[in-house]
C-alpha cells in the first residue's frame, strides 16, 4: 500500500523550533516530488514548497521561502519541514502529499496539527 | 502568482440534486486543474485530475470539465457521503488551491 505516515500533534512556544517529519512506503520514494500544504481555516490550503527526494532539490512558495526548510532523508523515506523560530501564525494543520506527475497530489499524509501558543 | 477562485463558498442541496461547483483561475492553466474532497479531519481525496480525468476508485457520478481559466466540477446525483468541501489546485505554475466549497445539507 502506498501511504505517507506523518509525526504527531505538536504544542510549542512562539520562538522554539520544530520539525516534523513525513514517512512514504510502498512506492519508489526517490522518484516523486513531496510537497508540504498548510491549512488554517483563515487561508484554507497554502502550497508551502516540494522537494524531489532523489536529490533533494527544493522549491519554496515565494510566502514560504526563508521562512520554513524542507529537507529529505532518502535511506529512510522520509522529508521533513522545520522552523528555526515558531510564531503564533504558525499553528496550523501541515500536510505532505505525493505528487505525481501531471497529475497533481494523489497520495497524502493524516496531517500533523502545530498548535504554538506561549 | 496564479489565483484561484472558487464559487459558490457554500452550497446547499439535497440527495439527488445535480451539484456544480466552478473554479477561476487569474491566468490560463491549460488542463492542470485537480478537484479534491476534504471531510473533518482528513486530508484532502483526489477526485479529478488534468481537468477532466476520473482518479482510480472514485464515482463516476463525479466529472470535471473546463476551458483554460474556468473549471467546473460536477455531481450527477448527490450522495449522502458527498457532503463535504471541495477545493480547485492549479498545478500548471508551482501550485494554487482555491479557497473552497462546502457541499451542505439543504
Known amino acids: 500500500e502506498v501511504q505517507l505516515v506523518q509525526s504527531g500533534a505538536e504544542v510549542k512556544k512562539p520562538g522554539e523550533s520544530l520539525k516534523i517529519s513525513c514517512q512514504g512506503s510502498?512506492?519508489?520514494?526517490?522518484?516523486?516530488?513531496i510537497a508540504w500544504v498548510r491549512q488554517t481555516p483563515e487561508k484554507g490550503l497554502e502550497w508551502m514548497g516540494r522537494i524531489y527526494p532523489g536529490d533533494s532539490d527544493s522549491r519554496y512558495s515565494p510566502s514560504f521561502e526563508g521562512q520554513v526548510t524542507i529537507s529529505a532523508d532518502k535511506s529512510i523515506t522520509t522529508t521533513y519541514l522545520q522552523w528555526n523560530t515558531l510564531k503564533a501564525t504558525d499553528t496550523a494543520i501541515y500536510f505532505c502529499?505525493?505528487?505525481?506527475?501531471?497529475?497533481?497530489?494523489?497520495?497524502w499524509g493524516q496531517g500533523t496539527t502545530v498548535t504554538v501558543s506561549s | 502568482d496564479i489565483q484561484m477562485t472558487q464559487s459558490p463558498s457554500t452550497l446547499s442541496a439535497s440527495v439527488g440534486d445535480r451539484v456544480t461547483m466552478t473554479c477561476r483561475a487569474s491566468q490560463f492553466i491549460s488542463s492542470w486543474l485537480a478537484w479534491y474532497q476534504q471531510k473533518p479531519g482528513k486530508a484532502p481525496k483526489l477526485l479529478i485530475y488534468?481537468?477532466?480525468r476520473l482518479e482510480s476508485g472514485v464515482p463516476s457520478r463525479f466529472s470535471g470539465s473546463g476551458s483554460g481559466t474556468e473549471f467546473t466540477l460536477t455531481i450527477s446525483s448527490l450522495q449522502p457521503e458527498d457532503f463535504a468541501t471541495y477545493y480547485c489546485?492549479?498545478?500548471?505554475?508551482?501550485?494554487?488551491f482555491g479557497q473552497g466549497t462546502k457541499v451542505e445539507i439543504k
Open positions: 488534468k481537468e477532466s
Open positions: 502529499a505525493r505528487e505525481r506527475p501531471q497529475d497533481g497530489f494523489d497520495i
Open positions: 489546485l492549479q498545478y500548471h505554475t508551482y501550485s494554487t
Open positions: 510502498g512506492y519508489s520514494f526517490g522518484s516523486y516530488w
